[in-house]
């Protein structure tokens, strides 16, 4: 156990050091945070009562979309997955602790929106900030493992960034945190809820959440899990 939590640990200090992977949990959010709140705020006041869901919705979907793969391409696809082996670390290890660390980084970016949104833009705030953030947490974990399926199948940066992008953009544009869905024409509405954040927009912004709208983002979830837990078994063969 000991063992595991230096890992966790380390991973997070490695994650602080990457600048590819600050900008895409820290900088670019919270600096899109910051724009488009001024902008929204300041054309539809209404904005205000949505804001903290749908900028936390954009930070987590570009953090674990664009963030969260990078560790595991350069660990699977290079000299640190031998170096792995020769020490006897089993190479799931890598994956778990990029999923920890990447957990705590998008959180804490949550956290950051969620106290200056209301101080910088009047935002309202959750009522229920206990279910808020249970609810987000299960969001967060889904984004994560979607990002952590790339890492593990696309053995390049450079696909990576490509891959990353064909679910980060629909998923930015086809959800609702820009501008209201139903103003998409409705093939692309529809198509819009292939992606967890349309469904965590309607879960973080309902006071009384259905438990239908839970279900697809915990198949996706599971869904993921096993592709993950396959695609290890084979590198484990490999």
């Given at each position: 156990?000991?063992?595991?939590?230096?890992?966790?640990?380390?991973?997070?200090?490695?994650?602080?050091?990457?600048?590819?992977?600050?900008?895409?949990?820290?900088?670019?959010?919270?600096?899109?945070?910051?724009?488009?709140?001024?902008?929204?705020?300041?054309?539809?006041?209404?904005?205000?009562?949505?804001?903290?869901?749908?900028?936390?919705?954009?930070?987590?979907?570009?953090?674990?979309?664009?963030?969260?793969?990078?560790?595991?391409?350069?660990?699977?696809s290079g000299d640190i997955?031998?170096?792995?082996?020769?020490?006897?670390?089993?190479?799931?290890?890598?994956?778990?602790?990029?999923?920890?660390?990447?957990?705590?980084?998008?959180?804490?970016?949550?956290?950051?929106?969620?106290?200056?949104?209301?101080?910088?833009?009047?935002?309202?705030?959750?009522?229920?900030?206990?279910?808020?953030?249970?609810?987000?947490?299960?969001?967060?974990?889904?984004?994560?493992?979607?990002?952590?399926?790339?890492?593990?199948?696309?053995?390049?940066?450079?696909?990576?960034?490509?891959?990353?992008?064909?679910?980060?953009?629909?998923?930015?544009?086809?959800?609702?945190?820009?501008?209201?869905?139903?103003?998409?024409?409705?093939?692309?509405?529809?198509?819009?809820?292939?992606?967890?954040?349309?469904?965590?927009?309607?879960?973080?912004?309902?006071?009384?959440?259905?438990?239908?709208?839970?279900?697809?983002?915990?198949?996706?979830?599971?869904?993921?899990?096993?592709?993950?837990?396959?695609?290890?078994?084979?590198?484990?063969?490999?």
């Amino acid at each position: 156990m000991k063992a595991f939590l230096y890992g966790v640990a380390l991973q997070w200090k490695l994650d602080l050091r990457n600048k590819g992977i600050l900008v895409t949990y820290y900088f670019v959010p919270l600096l899109f945070f910051l724009f488009i709140g001024t902008i929204f705020t300041s054309i539809n006041p209404l904005a205000k009562d949505t804001l903290i869901q749908s900028m936390t919705i954009f930070a987590i979907t570009m953090g674990a979309f664009l963030g969260t793969p990078i560790p595991l391409v350069e660990l699977y696809s290079g000299d640190i997955r031998k170096a792995y082996q020769v020490g006897g670390i089993p190479l799931w290890t890598g994956a778990v602790n990029n999923f920890i660390s990447a957990f705590v980084h998008l959180f804490i970016s949550s956290l950051i929106i969620y106290v200056i949104a209301p101080l910088a833009f009047d935002a309202k705030v959750p009522e229920n900030p206990y279910q808020y953030f249970g609810f987000l947490a299960i969001f967060l974990i889904t984004c994560i493992s979607i990002g952590g399926l790339l890492g593990l199948f696309v053995k390049s940066v450079s696909k990576l960034t490509m891959y990353s992008q064909i679910l980060f953009l629909p998923s930015l544009m086809l959800s609702g945190i820009m501008f209201p869905a139903d103003m998409l024409p409705k093939a692309l509405e529809y198509a819009g809820y292939i992606f967890p954040a349309t469904w965590a927009l309607k879960i973080l912004t309902s006071p009384n959440p259905e438990f239908l709208w839970f279900l697809p983002i915990i198949l996706i979830f599971v869904a993921t899990l096993t592709l993950g837990i396959y695609k290890l078994a084979r590198i484990y063969r490999d």
